[in-house]
């Protein structure tokens, strides 16, 4: 099956500097690859996704890239900010969209110090 | 904003008892799955419900684990026996669509602590 690996486990950034977040994953038959923020006490929510058939997707501070070739895919967050402090899931599914068969990374925790 | 909720927010069982795990999805979505965490590991995909019936479901499902959608609002799951290394935060999620292209919302999770 899917193996998704996600680094770093903790990264901790200054305030307004960048945050990348990396995973990998094993299926090349995968398709789809959501990102969800998680804060404490709540459930995962969708940040942003990119899907096989393209490489980059951005939206405001976000963005995500993916390289097929080299089955991995990043989220980028630009000038962060304190309310980006959480944690942070890759996933990815062979099902093109919704929550069918995610795989899940382990998380990130992002600390952003002020 | 419509959301996802799930009752309880902790259940304390004890081995080898029921468990029900309740959740109310998004009044109109149409596709509903279950994951679940375990401390300190990764979110674990278990099954996905759509018109009634199962559509997928991972190895972890197995004999003891069932959904339902008893009626126009809820979709729960049922741990028949318990066992202790069913403890995790159980997080149920839905979506309009299933392999499609829409978001899915995830509850705010059932913390289930088995002793």
């Known amino acids: 099956g899917e193996n998704v690996e996600q680094h770093p486990s903790t990264l901790s950034v200054q305030e307004g500097d960048s945050a990348v977040i990396k995973c990998t994953y094993s299926?090349?038959?995968?398709?789809?690859f959501p990102w969800y923020k998680q804060e404490l006490g709540k459930g995962p929510q969708l940040i942003i996704d990119i899907r096989s058939n393209v490489g980059e997707k951005k939206d405001q501070r976000i963005a995500v890239t993916l390289n097929k070739t080299a089955k991995h895919f990043s989220l980028h967050i630009t000038e962060t900010q304190p309310e980006d402090s959480a944690v942070y899931f890759c996933?990815?599914?062979?099902?093109?969209?919704?929550?069918?068969?995610?795989?899940f990374g382990k998380g990130t925790h992002l600390i952003i110090q002020p | 904003e419509p959301e996802v909720t799930q009752t309880p927010s902790h259940q304390v069982t004890q081995m080898g008892q029921e468990v029900i795990l309740r959740c109310v999805p998004i009044s109109n979505h149409l596709y509903f799955y279950w994951y679940r965490q375990i401390l300190g590991q990764k979110v674990e995909f278990l099954v996905s419900f759509y018109n009634n019936e199962i559509s997928e479901k991972s190895e972890i499902f197995d004999d003891q684990f069932s959904v339902e959608r008893p009626d126009g609002s809820n979709f729960t799951l049922k741990i028949r026996s318990t066992k202790l290394e069913d403890s995790a935060m159980y997080f149920c999620?839905?979506?309009?669509?299933?392999?499609?292209?829409?978001?899915?919302?995830f509850g705010q999770g059932t913390r289930l602590t088995v002793v």
């Open positions: 299926d090349s038959a995968s398709n789809y």
């Open positions: 999620a839905s979506s309009a669509e299933g392999q499609g292209l829409t978001e899915a919302f």
């Open positions: 996933a990815a599914s062979k099902a093109g969209g919704g929550a069918d068969g995610l795989t």
